[in-house]
């Protein structure tokens, strides 16, 4: 059983920046794939970023050049750095992992970019 702890949603104006951070139970040494999703309410979740060993980074056409997905291994946590939000960036994100061939996720964390 894996446990994720998000952190670092809120609202934020466009333009502004948020940094979102998923906190494992497990080190992330263990996890053969993670990743970032968002989802909106009546819409598919759909894959922000991913990453297997932290060097091979995935983005989603519309957040190429303004996200950021990192691993930190010394905190332990997997990172989306989010700049140059938009509103259509506004969705809950949540953190995945795949371990022991079983998908993980995370509660969520709501993500409202307005003015």
């Known amino acids: 059983q894996v446990q994720l702890m998000e952190s670092g949603g809120g609202s934020v104006q466009p333009g502004g920046s948020l940094r979102l951070s998923c906190a494992p139970s497990?080190?992330?040494?263990?996890?053969?794939?993670t990743a970032w999703y968002r989802q909106t309410p009546g819409k598919e979740r759909e894959l922000v970023a991913t990453?297997?060993?932290?060097?091979?980074?995935w983005y989603a056409a519309g957040v190429k050049g303004r996200f950021i997905l990192s691993r930190d291994n010394v905190k332990n946590t997997l990172d989306l750095q989010m700049n140059d939000l938009k509103p259509d960036d506004t969705a809950v994100y949540s953190c995945y992992v795949a371990y022991g061939g079983k998908p993980y996720w995370g509660q969520g964390t709501q993500v409202t970019v307005s003015y």
């Open positions: 497990l080190s992330l040494s263990n996890f053969a794939l």
């Open positions: 990453t297997a060993t932290g060097s091979d980074i």
